[in-house]
């Protein structure tokens, strides 16, 4: 079987050692692997800066070279296979002879992982890697090309692999090649969804500190943290109101149920004078019995705890002003489609966060 290698500009300057191992692998497995010469950028960074015209000169040039090819076209890159395979025929109007060859290379196309598990079949390769692993899925690769658990079969058959979980696996990481160079502040604010400061050292959140709270923070976590907690402190003892989600609602008490791991949860509802809650109609649990079933199970799936650190249960606004708490709780209902899905015999017993987030 013939293989014409698509090298990739980030293959070919920066990660030459993983086209030469996906070389090796692949010839181990039969086939015959061939470098079209005359490649260059598929142009690929004009189009997603927004230059689309500029972006046909460099995908003409790439069109000629494997326009002369014959077999599949390989690469190790999601991002490039996918501006392939879905850009390329909408480069070129509809009718000319390169949308033709557009439209027959975007189907020989693929990525490395999707070429081993759908084209030789194969979702063992004999390797072996005695080492934890976790994985992470590129927008590219899981949105773009659809691939979500070809590379989660390869790694399960590695000898000696240990693959760990990772939370939030299919959320974007804001990274976006080009994207976080050109917009780095939408860039950063999207990685805080799923990792607020996690890619901050120590200095760096102590700096962080610096420019957006105007402290002298040291770089030490103890201190940082002590300062985190006064500054967050005094913004919740000086709001007006706290709005909150809710794990649960018992219709038979009307009681909020909010479990969580930080404190700030409680003190958002009970620090304010106003609370508001805006809960999803499908947290809905008939009485305390039915609870008692869900809270035993939400923890275990979702970090593996007995119980979480707060378990928290709000039957309405305080009863003694005195006491403290808010004065008035207001609930919203929310339905978003959640009527609609639940005429749906299959979608209703369908968690959809848990089928995009979780394993």
């Known amino acids: 079987m013939k293989v014409n290698l698509f090298l990739t500009c980030l293959g070919e300057n920066f990660f030459s050692p993983v086209l030469k191992d996906m070389v090796s692998l692949l010839e181990r497995l039969g086939a015959r692997c061939e470098v079209p010469e005359g490649q260059t950028c598929c142009g690929q960074p004009f189009f997603n800066s927004g230059y689309q015209t500029q972006a046909i000169g460099p995908a003409r040039q790439w069109l000629k070279v494997f326009g002369r090819t ?68 590129s927008c590219h690769l899981l949105r773009g090309l659809g691939l979500r ?11 000696g692999l240990e693959y ?77 109101m706290g709005i909150s989600g809710a794990n649960f609602m018992v219709a038979e008490t009307g009681t909020l149920v909010i479990v969580s791991n930080e404190g700030n949860g409680r003190m958002c509802t009970t620090l304010p004078p106003l609370h508001v809650a805006v809960v999803g109609i499908d947290k809905v649990v008939p009485d305390m019995e039915s609870l008692d079933v869900l809270l035993k199970l939400l ?43 639940l005429r749906d015999v299959a979608a209703r017993e369908t968690c959809c966060a848990f089928a995009v987030v979780s394993v």
């Open 299 to 341: 923890p275990r799936s979702a970090t593996g705890q007995k119980m979480t650190c707060y378990t928290s249960f709000i039957t309405g606004p305080s009863r003694n002003p005195e006491e403290g708490g808010p004065q008035e709780l207001h609930l919203v209902l929310l339905d978003n489609g959640r009527t609609r899905v």
């Open 70 to 137: 014959h077999g599949y076209i390989v690469a190790p890159s999601g991002s490039c296979v996918e501006f392939v395979r879905h850009r390329y025929p909408e480069l070129f109007p509809f009718g000319t002879p390169e949308h033709a060859l557009a439209q027959d290379i975007s189907h020989r196309t693929f990525e490395f992982t999707e070429f081993l598990t759908k084209v030789l079949k194969v979702t063992d390769v004999g390797a072996s890697f005695p080492h934890r692993v976790t994985y992470h899925a």
């Open 164 to 240: 760990i979980p990772l939370p939030a696996e299919e959320t974007c990481c804001g990274f976006g090649g080009i994207f976080s160079v050109v917009y780095p502040e939408v860039s950063r604010s999207i990685s805080h969804i799923i990792a607020p400061a996690v890619h901050l050292t120590k200095e760096g959140i102590a700096e962080l500190f610096r420019a957006k709270l105007g402290v002298d923070a040291p770089a030490e976590p103890v201190q940082l943290a002590a300062i985190a907690r006064a500054r967050l402190r005094e913004a919740f003892l000086a709001a007006d």
């Open 149 to 159: 658990d070809e590379p989660k079969q390869l790694s399960a058959a590695v000898r």
